[in-house]
C-alpha cells in the first residue's frame, strides 16, 4: 500500500494540534501562579487550573492511578486511530481530519499528565456565577475531532444513502 494514498498524510495535523496546545500550556505555567486569573472578556478568563482527572475533572479525586490509566487510554486510542488513518484513504478527508485532532489532543494531554502529573488547562468561559470546566487546546482538538466524526457518520448514513 501506498502510504501517502493512506490517511496517515494527516498526521500533520496531529502534530500541530499537539505543539500548539504544549506550547499554550507552556506559557501558561511560565507566567501564571496557580488559580491566578486574567479578565480578557466579560464571559472569559485566562485561569491557570490542574487537572488530575479526565473531561470535568472525572476520577480526579482518586489515589493517583488515574493518571497511569489516562495515559495508558490516551496510547491506546491513538494507537488505534493511527492504524485506522493507515486503513483510510487520502480521500475520507473528514473522518481523517477528525482521527488526526483527536490523536493531537490525546497526546498532548497524556504527554502532560506524564511530566506533571496532571493536565493544565486555562480557558475559563462563564455566565454570571456559572463556569464551564476549565479546558486546554487538547480538549478542544478532542472535541472538534468527535463533531468531525459525527458529521462524517451523518453524511455517510448507510441509510441515508439507500433511499
Keep these: 500500500m501506498n502510504l501517502s494514498k493512506t490517511g496517515l498524510s494527516f498526521l500533520w ?8 496546545d504544549l506550547a499554550t500550556k507552556f506559557v501558561v505555567v511560565q507566567n501564571f501562579s496557580l488559580y491566578e ?6 464571559f472569559f478568563n485566562l485561569t491557570y487550573a490542574r487537572n488530575t482527572g479526565a473531561a470535568f475533572s472525572f476520577l480526579a479525586d482518586h489515589a493517583g492511578w488515574q493518571k497511569y490509566f489516562f495515559i495508558v487510554l490516551a496510547l491506546l486510542i491513538s494507537v488505534f486511530l493511527i492504524y485506522s488513518l493507515y486503513k483510510n484513504n487520502i480521500v475520507q478527508r473528514l473522518q481523517n481530519t477528525a482521527y488526526a485532532m483527536i490523536i493531537g489532543g490525546a497526546l498532548a494531554n497524556a504527554a502532560d499528565r506524564a511530566y506533571h502529573g496532571f493536565v493544565v488547562d486555562f480557558f475559563d468561559f462563564y455566565w454570571k456565577d456559572w463556569h464551564y470546566p476549565i479546558f486546554n487546546v487538547a480538549d478542544i482538538a478532542i472535541c472538534i475531532g468527535a463533531t468531525l466524526l459525527a458529521i462524517d457518520a451523518f453524511k455517510n448514513d448507510p441509510k441515508k444513502q439507500n433511499r
Design 13 to 20: 495535523i496531529s502534530a500541530v494540534a499537539f505543539l500548539v
Design 37 to 42: 486569573s486574567i479578565n480578557i472578556l466579560p
